[in-house]
């Protein structure tokens, strides 16, 4: 892979990440090595033509008490099928947007979900894991509580 970091980061299984094209400086995300895709939690999902390219407008919620909901947009890269972690095979819209944690920055492929019931409004897949990070499952936050820049 020619991303992987020569000494992976080490995470816990959860942390704060940055999400900078879309304006969002923290939120709080589930690492999940057992989930093959990011998922990110929005509200009031909609598509639409910009230029000839397929957009999507929302709102997310970060997870933040300080902060309330952010309305973002960004291109559509592709629909696909993806089961949930109860079994129920969804067509969603996944997105290309940049990711920062730990000082690390890197392009990721983002599905856009409703997480209204879950308990971390980010869930950070394995695919976007990969050769850049190690998980410690029994550690939480090992990179912070919050970016230190918890601006984009």
């Given amino acids: 892979m020619e991303d992987a970091m020569p000494h992976p980061v080490r995470l816990g299984w959860r942390e704060w990440l ?3 094209d879309l304006g969002i400086g ?7 090595t057992g989930a093959r895709s990011s998922a990110l939690h929005v509200e009031d ?17 970060t ?3 300080d902060a309330p909901p952010a309305a973002a947009e960004a291109p559509v890269l592709d629909r696909r099928p993806v089961t949930d972690s109860g079994g129920h095979r969804t067509e ?8 920062r944690i730990a000082g690390i920055e890197w392009p990721a492929e983002v599905n856009l979900t409703h997480r209204r019931n879950m308990l971390f409004p980010m869930l950070l897949g394995r695919t976007a894991l990969a050769g850049r990070f190690l998980v410690d499952p029994a550690s939480s ?6 970016p230190p820049d918890a601006s984009p």
């Fill in 63 to 65: 997870g933040r008490y």
């Fill in 45 to 61: 999902q909609q598509v639409f033509m910009r230029d000839g390219v397929e957009w999507v407008r929302f709102v997310l919620d």
């Fill in 141 to 146: 936050f090992l990179q912070g509580d919050t």
């Fill in 92 to 99: 969603r819209i996944f997105i290309l947007t940049r990711l």
């Fill in 26 to 32: 923290a939120v709080r995300a589930k690492v999940d």
């Fill in 18 to 20: 940055s999400l900078p």
